[in-house]
Nanobody, 125 residues
Framework: QVQLLESGGGLAQAGGSLRLSCAAS????????MGWFRQAPGKKREIVAA????????YYAESVKGRFTISRDNAKNTVYLQMDNLKPEDTAVYYC??????????????????WGQGTQVTVSS
């Protein structure tokens, strides 16, 4: 089973930037959709951004459109999330995940699936 290891979280000021990385342990991940979800305290986990196997198609939640950019490097089995113009409401634990097909990833409504351990992002006002 593939393992996912996130990094890059931390503390940022409003208007600042952070870049998250997620490295997959299996080379086969390069053929899967990959994406980022987040969970704020007291809230359900929600999708943030996702990309298909080669980065040709992407999806963004309305709340992050124009501010976040998802990309991937299949040679490194890694997906990235560049977060710019951060807002306090972006504060959450961010999780990386994989899925067979972008549509399935976007439509995921349960916690079933392969997830990384999560990385905390805190944005101060």
């Amino acid at each position: 089973q593939v393992q996912l290891l996130e990094s890059g979280g931390g503390l940022a000021q409003a208007g600042g930037s952070l870049r998250l990385s997620c490295a997959a342990s299996a080379r086969s991940a390069s053929s899967w959709a990959m994406g980022w979800f987040r969970q704020a305290p007291g809230k359900k986990r929600e999708i943030v951004a996702a990309t298909d196997w080669n980065g040709g198609n992407t999806y963004y939640a309305e709340s992050v459109k124009g501010r976040f950019t998802i990309s991937r490097d299949n040679a490194k089995n890694t997906v990235y999330l560049q977060m710019d113009n951060l807002k306090p409401e972006d504060t959450a634990v961010y999780y990386c995940t994989v899925e067979v097909g972008l549509a399935n990833l976007i439509g995921r409504t349960t916690d079933f699936g392969t997830w990384g351990q999560g990385t905390q992002v805190t944005v101060s006002s």
